[in-house]
Each structure stands twice: as structure tokens, then as C-alpha cells.
């Protein structure tokens, strides 16, 4: 009888047994993850009617500010915003009974509000329509019998009432969304163990099956050498087939990094200018400025991820043109987007940079026309590669607006960072400053000799680019 057979038999159910374990915990997670997800809906919603609530009182506030400075003064110039007012209230609350349909006692609330409201509303017109007759006395008297401060006394009882509540609801589910989230972490906790002891039990298993595997090999390998032989090939070829997937793997990192550079990274620079000339050109809009900061950081997000992504892979312009081919391209496709004039200074073909500064160059050059394209507000920008003596010289010169001192020098200015650490890799340095006449200067040196550290550390490190 064949010892392995059963030990393989053994070894299946136990696995079947795990899947079925992790399936289950997997599941519990799940749930717990759309029950916290739930909750934090719910305390979203909350806050929304909270809002509501305080523009909705704020602005039957400014009706009565308007009513008030118009009693006062006579002034009628008081009375412009006031019928938009009145429709904001009326906007307001009828907002604020849609966010509350799911919630009875709030809205019985509303349903008391709404004829103080209509009350208040109407005192108000009453009041304003008296001064309009020039009776500022009659409608003195109107605001001194305090009937419009009773009633606005009431709707205020009513909306603290309701503030309250929904500070209540606040509260419940704040609570239960912490309830969620230490069950989720404890969930993950039993799920980590589960595997952890699971792991153990197979590999114990799998040991085991590995033992009489062996056994039975070595009684059947003096019966077949030829096998071992043959497995010895196989190995071989796997070893083949190992490198040609590596090989291919960096040539799709190559095709990966070509298409994040010529699609996307220009895209979302030209759609962040665009985006904010719209911003711009309808500042005076609420709704686009309500909008726009959420804009602003989903662009900066895909473009930060963007940039991340594209920084681990080789630039493939690189591979096909050379450094000085691939720095024509770049400021071509730099100023067909944004605009601005580029200049180069290139040294002549004679003139040979070590192909090991290839990458840190050109990514410190995209880094620059990147800042310049997004803060400078320039007209033209020059770019002036050179070799003197034993390095190679970088600059990247634009007429725009500058850069102050404090942004230079911040560590948490990350592309002027990158750019600093990247020059130190190789004993350099990158400075940023402002030029005299206007404009910022950005001065990179990266010694000849530094090539061989970059080697080493494009050893250790194969995605660093």
C-alpha cells in the first residue's frame, strides 16, 4: 500500500477544512466592514440635518437683521436681499423635511414649526409694510409688543428641541460606529490567529507528507534514475523560463511608465490649469465654489498617485532616445501643454553624460517643468544641461512669479525634496532659490564619479529610478 496516498487524503480535508474556516471569518468581516460602513453613512447624514438646521435658522436670523435695519433707518437699500431671503428660508426648511423623513418626531417638530414660521414670516412683512408707509412709530409699536420675539422664542424652543435630538442620534451612532470598529479589529485579530494556527496544523501536515514522500523516493530511486535525470532538465528550463518573465516584466514596467508619462501625467497637469481658470472665471458661483477644494485634492490625490507609480519604473523615453533626445521631448510636450516658451542648451552630440545619471536627471528636470507648469505663472523657462570639468550641470530657469524662501527650504514640499535627496544619492546637489531679476532658479550638480554609487544602489534597489 502506497504510504503516501493517505497522507495526500489527510492533507486535502485538513486545507478543505481551513478554506471553509477562513470562507467564515472572511464572511464575519464582511460584515462587520458594511455594518461600520452603515454607521459612518448615518453619522453623515446626521451631520447634514445638523447643517440644515443652523442654515435654516440663520437665515430667518438674517430676515430679521433686514427687518431691524429697515425699521431703524428707513433705508431701502436694506430691503434688497430680502426677498431672496425669503425664499431661502423656504428652500431651507423644506430641505431640512426631506433630510428628516426617516425620523417621526422630527418631523412632527417641522410640523409645528411651520405655521410659526408662516407667523413670523408674516409679522415681519407687516412690520417692513408699515415703515414702507412712513410710520415708523406704528411700526415701532409693531416690534415693541414683542409678538414676533414670542414666536421667534418658540422656534428656537422647538429647533433646540431638534438640535438636540440630533445630537442624540449623534451620539448613538458615534457609539455604534465604535461598536463596528473594535468588532472589526477583533475579527481581524481571530482571523490572524485562525491562519497563524491553521499555517501551523498544515505545515505540520505537509511535513509530514513530505516525509513519507521522501521515504518513497529514496526506495524508488534506484529503480529510476532516468526520472531524476529528466527532473534535473525540467529544472533547467524552469530556470529558463524564470529569467525570460523577468526580462518581460521589465519591458511592461517600460510600457507601464511610457503611458503614465505620455497620457496621463500631462492630462491631469493641463485639466489642474483648466480646472482652475473655470474656478476662476466663477468665483462668484456658489455651487462651483462649493466644489472646488474637493476638486483641488482629488486631482492633487491622482496626480500624487500618479507621480508615485510612475516614480518606481524607468522612464522608457530613456530607453528608446537617449538623455539628450528624451529632454527634447519632454520640453516639447511641455510647452505644447502648458503654454510656455522652453529653451534649451544642450551640449553637442561629442559630449558623453554616464548613462547612469540618465534617469536621476531626467526625473529631476519633469520634477522642475512640473513646479514651473503648476506654480511659476511663467512665460518662458530655459533649460541648460552641461559637463564641466568632473560633473554634469542641470539648470531649469523661468521668468514667473519666484518662490519664497520658506517654500524652498520646507521639507514638506515634496517634489523639491525628491529632488534634493535624489541629487544626494549621488553626492550632488539640487538648489532652489529666486532669481534677482524675478523667477525661480533650480541649479542641479551630480558628479561624473557618482555614477558608480548609483549603480549600486540600482543593484540593492532594482525600482529605484
Known amino acids: ?3 503516501v496516498k493517505p497522507a495526500v487524503q489527510r492533507l486535502t480535508l485538513w486545507l478543505l477544512v481551513t478554506c471553509i474556516v477562513l470562507l467564515a471569518v472572511s464572511g464575519f468581516f464582511y460584515r462587520n466592514v458594511e455594518q461600520f460602513a452603515a454607521s459612518d453613512r448615518a453619522i453623515r447624514h ?11 435658522v440663520s437665515s430667518l436670523r438674517e430676515a430679521e437683521s433686514v427687518q431691524r435695519g429697515y425699521l431703524v433707518t428707513g433705508d431701502a437699500s436694506y430691503l434688497r436681499p430680502y426677498a431672496e431671503l425669503i425664499k431661502d428660508v423656504a428652500r431651507n426648511w423644506a430641505e431640512l423635511k426631506v433630510l428628516t423623513k426617516d425620523s417621526s418626531d422630527q418631523q412632527q417638530r417641522i410640523a409645528r414649526l411651520e405655521p410659526l414660521l408662516s407667523e413670523k414670516l408674516a ?14 412709530e406704528a411700526a415701532r409699536r409693531l416690534m415693541m409688543n414683542n409678538y414676533g420675539k414670542d414666536v421667534m422664542d418658540i422656534i428656537r424652543a422647538e429647533v433646540d428641541g431638534m438640535l438636540a435630538e440630533e ?9 455604534a460606529g465604535e461598536r463596528a470598529h473594535q468588532v472589526s479589529i477583533i475579527t481581524i485579530l481571530i482571523f490572524l490567529a485562525s491562519g497563524l494556527l491553521l499555517a501551523l496544523i498544515s505545515g505540520r501536515l505537509i511535513r509530514h507528507g513530505q516525509r513519507l514522500r521522501d521515504a518513497a523516493e529514496l526506495a524508488r530511486r534506484r529503480h529510476h534514475a532516468q526520472l531524476d535525470e529528466r527532473i534535473a532538465q525540467r529544472t533547467a528550463q524552469v530556470r529558463q523560463l524564470a529569467g525570460h518573465l523577468e526580462s518581460v516584466r521589465e519591458e511592461e514596467k517600460r510600457a507601464i511608465a511610457r503611458e503614465l508619462h505620455d497620457d496621463i501625467g500631462s492630462s491631469m497637469t493641463a485639466l489642474s490649469m483648466m ?9 462668484d458661483n456658489p455651487g462651483v465654489v462649493k466644489n472646488a477644494d474637493k476638486i483641488r485634492a482629488l486631482l492633487k490625490e491622482v496626480t500624487h498617485s500618479t507621480r508615485r507609480i510612475q516614480a518606481g519604473l524607468r522612464p522608457n523615453t530613456l530607453d528608446s532616445l537617449g538623455l539628450i533626445e528624451a529632454i527634447r521631448e519632454l520640453s516639447g510636450e511641455f510647452a505644447q501643454r502648458t503654454g510656455i516658451d522652453c529653451t534649451l542648451h544642450l551640449p553637442g552630440e561629442e559630449v558623453v553624460v554616464p548613462e547612469a545619471l540618465h534617469v536621476p536627471l531626467f526625473r529631476m528636470l519633469q520634477e522642475a517643468l512640473n513646479n514651473v507648469a503648476k506654480h511659476a505663472r511663467a512665460v518662458r ?9 568632473d560633473h554634469v550641470a542641470l539648470a531649469i530657469e523661468d521668468d514667473g512669479i519666484g518662490i ?42 551630480l558628479p561624473a564619479g557618482g555614477a558608480g554609487r548609483h549603480h549600486v ?9
Do not use: W
Open 1 to 3: 500500500m502506497d504510504p
Open 46 to 56: 446626521t451631520h447634514r440635518v445638523i447643517v440644515a438646521i443652523t442654515r435654516a
Open 123 to 136: 409679522d415681519i412683512d407687516l412690520t417692513i409694510g408699515v415703515r414702507r408707509g412712513q410710520d415708523f
Open 167 to 175: 445630537e442624540r442620534l449623534m451620539t448613538l451612532r458615534n457609539e
Open 275 to 283: 480646472l482652475e481658470g473655470h474656478f476662476r472665471q466663477n468665483a
Open 381 to 389: 523657462v530655459v533649460v541648460t544641461l552641461a559637463m564641466k570639468d
Open 404 to 445: 519664497a524662501r520658506e517654500r524652498a527650504d520646507n521639507a514638506q514640499t515634496h517634489g523639491l525634496l525628491g529632488m534634493r535627496e535624489r541629487a544626494a544619492y549621488l553626492d550632488g546637489t539640487a538648489e532652489i532659490s529666486c532669481r534677482a531679476n524675478g523667477g525661480t532658479s533650480v541649479r542641479i550638480r
Open 457 to 465: 544602489i540600482a543593484a540593492r534597489f532594482p525600482d529605484v529610478g
